[in-house]
Nanobody, 124 residues
Framework: QVQLVESGGGLVQAGGSLRLSCAVH????????MGWFRQASGKEREFVAT????????YYADSVKGRFTISRDNAKNTVYLQMNSLKPEDTAVYYC?????????????????WGQGTQVTVSS
């Protein structure tokens, strides 16, 4: 059983920073490409960022490029999302996801495992 647990969400003012973490329990973390997605209230879930299983390749949504950084620590079975220069439109529930033996994708259907999400609220 593979379990993903997100943490690090909270309330921050516009222009501030947060770092999200996603710990993966079970399975073989080093073989998973990891992704972050988000869902704002009343909207569909959208892709944010992804990182390949070795961490050599990353890809970002245009809306977060230059502000967010995805990284991973295979020794800790954890993926991170550093979020800087936050904007009110970044307010959403953020989910991490794992793609077994993948290279990373912005397509939700590629991911096999999902976390429960962590709320990020950016006040103006």
């Amino acid at each position: 059983q593979v379990q993903l647990v997100e943490s690090g969400g909270g309330l921050v003012q516009a222009g501030g920073s947060l770092r999200l973490s996603c710990a993966v329990h079970g399975g073989t973390f080093s073989t998973y490409a990891m992704g972050w997605f988000r869902q704002a209230s009343g909207k569909e879930r959208e892709f944010v960022a992804t990182i390949s299983w070795r961490g050599r390749s990353t890809y970002y949504a245009d809306s977060v490029k230059g502000r967010f950084t995805i990284s991973r620590d295979n020794a800790k079975n954890t993926v991170y999302l550093q979020m800087n220069s936050l904007k009110p439109e970044d307010t959403a529930v953020y989910y991490c996801a794992a793609e077994s033996y993948g290279l990373g994708s912005e397509a939700e259907r590629k991911y096999h495992y999902w976390g429960q999400g962590t709320q990020v609220t950016v006040s103006s």
